[in-house]
């Protein structure tokens, strides 16, 4: 769940939005926009997948964003740059962010210990002298990890429907009346004694020492900041995140958004999947629309360089600082420069190439977003609908492709004179 599994303030918004017609270049902008909607529009033909957003960025702002195919394939309802879709484990950024808000504030320091926070313990069995972190849990090496009841009971059916055949999908869904409070959750999992607590539940190595990526982890983060802050981690990140970047249609929840933008979401093509929610919603759960995107991908490449709006320079520097090294994995991809998990900030992953970003997949959800630090230039695209195919891997990764050529395109044609 959460990875992509594939084969092999005023001046913050106006430097942040879509740019328009009518300044200088904008005939050569406009024939590169139309261009790239063409070559976007023809790999989609090759299927695989229903509908799709996308966004292009640098530090001056939105150079590009659209959406391609269908958000209803029955009723031939198309996808758009303001179709909502949740973006799974790309939340997980969210959650960085608002640890640096949240200790700009002085509601808690990255190396406090958890137990300052929460209302119950949590210790790994094996080292219960070691304390576990914020920077712990905001770099995975809490040595917290994600057991069978995580998968089993997290996700919740919206409505109260039967869910139609079987799906391919190590997730349960789950009843309406199953939702029970984040912190209820947490207890359970976590707290030695409690219905689903699991000594597998974290890893044989001390706190600090093991990369173990953790959707529970990033979870009982988030909880962290909502003890910590005195606010609801929902709250807490629309008032100073999702407000001040104006991302208007975006929110944690479906009863946040416009539902009548919403894409379905699909297995396959011709699987249509139940509407869901997750009780862990801060590791997967924000919902978006690819116009939104483009405006934080935007803050986050100025944030890399200096310039950002939702903090401090400084903050800035650790929300994006290298946390670990060598020792600190028993592995590393070296084989797909968008594989977010060779380093870490706080929740932001480095490639081995050192491109920042993340990934994201859950149930009818695959999404990626990352940025050239070099080049000041990112990508950010979601698909709504699951694949497990090599085609449809070749497919996402030409998408992919596609837009790191015109990225570097449309920053050239939209340069000041």
Not at 141 to 160: E, R
Not at 178 to 203: Q, T
Not at 286 to 315: N, P
Not at 353 to 366: F, I, P, R
Request: aromatic letters at 14%; charged letters at 25%; one cysteine or more.
């Amino acid at each position: 769940m959460k990875k992509i599994l594939l084969l092999f303030v005023f001046v913050s918004f106006y430097s942040c939005q879509q740019k328009t017609a009518g300044t200088k270049g904008s005939d050569v902008e406009t024939s590169l926009k139309d261009s790239l909607n063409s070559a976007l529009k023809e790999v989609y033909k090759e299927g695989n997948f229903n509908g799709f957003g996308v966004a292009i960025a640098n530090q001056d702002g939105v150079l590009y964003n659209e959406g391609i195919g269908y958000a209803n394939a029955e009723r031939k309802e198309k996808y758009t740059r303001n179709t909502l879709q949740p973006i799974a484990s790309i939340s997980k950024t969210f959650i960085g962010i608002a640890l640096m808000k949240a200790q700009e504030m002085g509601k808690l320091k990255l190396d406090d210990p958890i137990s300052k926070y929460l209302p119950f313990k949590v210790v790994n069995p094996a080292f219960p002298d070691v304390p576990i972190t914020i920077r712990h849990l905001a770099t995975h090496t809490s040595s917290i990890t994600d057991t069978d009841f995580y998968l089993q009971k997290a996700w919740v059916l919206m409505d109260n429907v039967p869910v139609n055949g079987k799906f391919d999908y190590p997730q349960q869904f789950n009843l309406p009346s199953s939702k029970i409070a984040m912190e209820v959750f947490l207890r359970k999992i976590l707290v030695n004694g409690e219905e689903w607590y699991s000594k597998d539940g974290f890893v044989k190595h001390k706190p600090g020492a093991y990369y173990e990526y953790s959707n529970i982890g990033a979870t009982l983060a988030a909880f962290v900041i909502e003890k910590a802050a005195g606010e609801c981690y929902d709250m807490f990140t629309a008032k100073y995140i999702i407000k001040p970047l104006r991302m208007d249609s975006s929110g944690w929840s479906y009863k946040d958004i416009d539902v009548s933008k919403r894409s379905m979401l699909y297995e396959m093509p011709g699987k249509v999947l139940p509407f869901y929610e997750l009780i862990t919603y801060p590791d997967g759960g924000f919902i978006t629309s690819a116009e939104d995107m483009g405006k934080y991908l935007c803050e986050l490449i100025k944030g890399f360089d200096g310039k950002g709006t939702l903090l401090e320079k400084e903050s800035y520097k650790e929300l994006f600082k290298q946390q670990l090294d060598k020792n600190n994995f028993s592995e590393r991809n070296e084989q797909n420069p968008y594989n977010e998990e060779y380093n870490t900030g706080l929740f932001m992953g480095f490639s081995y190439k050192g491109y920042v970003g993340h990934t994201g997949g859950d149930a009818g959800v695959v999404s990626m977003l990352f940025f050239d630090p070099k080049t000041k230039t990112g990508r950010f695209l979601m698909i709504n609908t699951s694949f497990s195919t090599k085609a449809g891997n070749d497919q996402f990764y030409r998408i992919w492709d596609i837009l790191g050529d015109y990225s570097k395109k449309l920053s050239v044609g939209n340069k000041k004179p």
